[in-house]
């Protein structure tokens, strides 16, 4: 079964630098979610939306915006980074019409920063 | 605010053996639940979840949890572990927002599970 796909699986990137993750979804699913994931720690939710409108906003710094496009994929824009952005990046999608939105994750996107 | 709590950060078990991994949840009305398991430098992928009906459900793996609402519990289980079951388990609250959706997962802090031969 198709499964979320991200890109890129690694990334380095210097302080103060700009980042971009990218996130498809399972086909069908309409929705994505974003969180991040930091060494030893448990996944923290960052934003997601449903119809390429924001649905929900946890953690994220201002430093941060994303956005789903027409085609239901998702960008994850990360500026001025932060070595304590380096973190493992997870996107994860759902299909809102389902009775029980379930969340299924993709592999996630390795960020590091120097 | 919805949490999670898992009160055990490691737990080793003898391969073969059973084991239970805890799980308590805090949030106002019936939450729906998850547990999702996490090998090293991989994504987390969804063991089973609870939303209503039967307390006790089954997933893949050979895995099941059980709901018990006067405990706020959600408690994983598995009769007989097998070497590749060594991981991180996650343990995950999601609640419905007014939109009918599903709002971000709140997660707990994770439970490293160790197999001894």
């Known amino acids: 079964a198709a499964g979320v796909i991200q890109s890129p699986r690694h990334l380095i990137k210097e302080k103060r630098e700009t980042a971009t993750l990218k996130c498809y979804p399972i086909p069908r699913h309409d929705t994505v979610y974003w969180y991040q994931q930091g060494p030893g720690q448990d996944p923290q939710f960052l934003i997601s939306f449903y119809e390429k409108m924001q649905s929900d906003k946890g953690s994220i710094p201002d430093r941060f915006s994303a956005q789903q496009f027409s085609d239901y994929h998702s960008e994850l824009n990360m500026s001025s980074l932060e070595l304590g952005d380096s973190a493992l990046y997870f996107c994860a999608s759902s299909f809102r019409s389902q009775r029980v939105d379930t969340q299924y994750f993709g592999p996630g996107t390795r960020l590091t920063v120097l | 605010a919805q949490s999670v709590t898992q009160p055990d950060i490691h737990i080793t078990v003898s391969e073969g053996a059973s084991l239970e991994l805890r799980c308590n949840y805090s949030y106002g009305a019936t939450p729906y639940l998850f547990w999702y398991v996490q090998s090293p430098g991989q994504g987390l992928q969804l063991l089973l979840k609870?939303?209503?009906?039967?307390?006790l459900v089954q997933g893949i793996k050979g895995f099941e949890a059980e709901f018990k609402r006067s405990q706020s519990s959600f408690n994983l289980r598995k009769p007989s572990v097998h070497w590749s079951d060594a991981a991180e388990y996650f343990c995950a609250v999601g609640v419905f927002n007014s939109g009918g959706g599903a709002d971000g997962l709140t997660f707990g802090k994770g439970t490293h599970l160790i197999i001894q031969p």
């Open positions: 609870y939303f209503s009906g039967d307390t």
